[in-house]
């Protein structure tokens, strides 16, 4: 279906392009529909400048840079009741960058299938654990005083939406009741309507504004994209300042990073917090360092060690890791952070199709894994819970080796 839809969309900007009528807009749908084709995922996810609108975030200061202290990966990790070949299971998920920091320094980096160091990746839904950083930055300094608030007091044009009364704190823990497909590979899911909004220059605002609610708010925790986007639009009015620039004022500025961060826009510039940002795979590892260490970089707070605290912590039975029939996962979940089952001082920010920052303190570890996997959503994503066995694997590998740096709470 994808294809043929691609097929028509090709032929019909083949036909008008004399006139030069719309021709950006419907290239950018074209390759929007062709996104997560397997002969041009991988492609596609290093180079989204290249396919949708953006706007960039300029790097400053001293870069912090990485020791290096190469250490090899264990063979296999365990799954189940088997062993899995770890270089198997690599090529399998079609992993594009693996970087594993063990304190300050990298043990592991590489990258895969003709990509490299420089290249900004797409994060998908990890950039929302970056939005819930800079919110909680906002709440910090009291201008989102109250979670129990509704989402309407500070964005009214959701007034009369399925976010009506809905609170922030809810819209959080995406238990929002909102009803929403979140499947990929569905042509006509209400992710990929967001995606073609996206390609032909529709307003990320008005979409959310004609969402519908299906539950009641703070009982079920369903996995909803478009929750993120909300809270974009409450940080903006609390804080009044575009997204862009409160994110490099609090956070990016501060992280150190080596490149630029690219985040995707609608045609009206507002980022695609719930997805878009693009950063390079060390980038990704900074951020992962920084919640590792409690929101410290350098002796200065830059995001609320509590906020990271309350961020990972689920504090309602819809939200618990375990299966349970409140929940369309088994993973738990706090604020826009996944927290995995059996969790001992580890949590995850994740992207479809296999991106990953994987946190785990009391081994003083982070992994970034980038992927182009067109099978991550099969088998109930179980492809999640083969990431997870392999980076307890990882981590457990470098449990002997002695840290360097790490950063009390305290």
Same mark, same amino acid.
């Given at each position: 279906?994808?294809?043929?839809?691609?097929?028509?969309?090709?032929?019909?900007?083949?036909?008008?392009?004399?006139?030069?009528?719309?021709?950006?807009?419907?290239?950018?749908?074209?390759?929007?529909?062709?996104?997560?084709?397997?002969?041009?995922?991988?492609?596609?996810?290093?180079?989204?400048?290249?396919?949708?609108?953006?706007?960039?975030?300029?790097?400053?200061?001293?870069?912090?840079?990485?020791?290096?202290?190469?250490?090899?990966?264990?063979?296999?990790?365990?799954?189940?009741?088997?062993?899995?070949?770890?270089?198997?299971?690599?090529?399998?998920?079609?992993?594009?960058?693996?970087?594993?920091?063990?304190?300050?320094?990298?043990?592991?980096?590489?990258?895969?299938?003709?990509?490299?160091?420089?290249?900004?990746?797409?994060?998908?839904?990890?950039?929302?654990?970056?939005?819930?950083?800079?919110?909680?930055?906002?709440?910090?300094?009291?201008?989102?005083?109250?979670?129990?608030?509704?989402?309407?007091?500070?964005?009214?044009?959701?007034?009369?939406?399925?976010?009506?009364?809905?609170?922030?704190?809810?819209?959080?823990?995406?238990?929002?009741?909102?009803?929403?497909?979140?499947?990929?590979?569905?042509?006509?899911?209400?992710?990929?309507?967001?995606?073609?909004?996206?390609?032909?220059?529709?307003?990320?605002?008005?979409?959310?504004?004609?969402?519908?609610?299906?539950?009641?708010?703070?009982?079920?925790?369903?996995?909803?994209?478009?929750?993120?986007?909300?809270?974009?639009?409450?940080?903006?009015?609390?804080?009044?300042?575009?997204?862009?620039?409160?994110?490099?004022?609090?956070?990016?500025?501060?992280?150190?990073?080596?490149?630029?961060?690219?985040?995707?826009?609608?045609?009206?510039?507002?980022?695609?917090?719930?997805?878009?940002?693009?950063?390079?795979?060390?980038?990704?590892?900074?951020?992962?360092?920084?919640?590792?260490?409690?929101?410290?970089?350098?002796?200065?707070?830059?995001?609320?060690?509590?906020?990271?605290?309350?961020?990972?912590?689920?504090?309602?039975?819809?939200?618990?890791?375990?299966? *349970? +029939?409140? !929940?369309?996962?088994?993973?738990?979940?706090?604020? $826009?952070?996944? &927290?995995? #089952? =059996?969790?001992?001082?580890?949590?995850?920010?994740?992207?479809?199709?296999?991106?990953?920052?994987?946190?785990?303190?009391?081994?003083?570890?982070?992994?970034?894994?980038?992927?182009?996997?067109?099978?991550?959503?099969?088998?109930?994503?179980?492809?999640?819970?083969?990431?997870?066995?392999?980076? *307890? +694997?990882? !981590?457990?590998?470098?449990?002997?080796?002695?840290? $360097?740096?790490? &950063?009390? #709470? =305290?």
């Amino acid at each position: 279906m994808k294809k043929i839809v691609g097929c028509l969309i090709l032929l019909l900007i083949t036909t008008i392009s004399f006139a030069g009528l719309y021709r950006n807009e419907l290239l950018q749908l074209y390759h929007t529909v062709r996104l997560f084709d397997s002969e041009v995922i991988v492609d596609n996810f290093s180079n989204m400048k290249q396919i949708a609108p953006t706007k960039t975030i300029k790097r400053s200061g001293v870069v912090d840079d990485f020791g290096q202290r190469p250490l090899p990966l264990p063979q296999q990790f365990g799954y189940q009741d088997g062993n899995v070949d770890m270089q198997g299971w690599l090529r399998s998920s079609s992993t594009t960058a693996l970087v594993v920091i063990k304190g300050d320094d990298i043990t592991f980096e590489e990258y895969y299938q003709g990509t490299g160091e420089y290249d900004q990746r797409i994060s998908w839904s990890m950039a929302k654990s970056f939005l819930s950083a800079i919110f909680g930055v906002a709440v910090e300094e009291g201008l989102i005083a109250d979670l129990q608030t509704a989402v309407t007091e500070y964005v009214p044009s959701l007034i009369g939406s399925g976010y009506d009364g809905v609170s922030v704190k809810n819209v959080l823990q995406m238990s929002s009741g909102i009803y929403f497909n979140e499947d990929y590979g569905d042509f006509f899911s209400d992710i990929n309507k967001f995606g073609r909004i996206m390609a032909f220059g529709g307003s990320f605002d008005d979409f959310a504004a004609s969402l519908i609610s299906d539950r009641e708010q703070g009982t079920y925790m369903h996995y909803v994209s478009i929750d993120t986007h909300v809270l974009g639009m409450v940080l903006r009015a609390a804080t009044d300042m575009d997204i862009v620039d409160y994110f490099d004022e609090k956070l990016w500025s501060k992280l150190n990073t080596e490149r630029d961060a690219i985040y995707i826009t609608d045609s009206q510039g507002e980022p695609m917090v719930l997805g878009g940002l693009n950063l390079i795979s060390r980038d990704y590892a900074r951020m992962g360092k920084l919640y590792r260490d409690f929101g410290r970089l350098n002796g200065e707070q830059i995001i609320p060690a509590q906020w990271i605290e309350d961020s990972i912590t689920p504090d309602a039975p819809h939200l618990m890791p375990g299966k *349970r +029939a409140n !929940a369309n996962t088994h993973f738990g979940y706090g604020y $826009q952070w996944w &927290i995995p #089952e =059996n969790a001992n001082e580890e949590f995850l920010a994740i992207g479809i199709y296999g991106q990953y920052i994987y946190i785990n303190r009391k081994a003083d570890v982070v992994i970034v894994k980038n992927s182009a996997d067109i099978n991550f959503m099969e088998n109930g994503y179980e492809s999640m819970d083969y990431a997870i066995a392999a980076f *307890r +694997a990882i !981590a457990k590998s470098l449990s002997s080796e002695p840290s $360097q740096g790490n &950063i009390s #709470e =305290n």
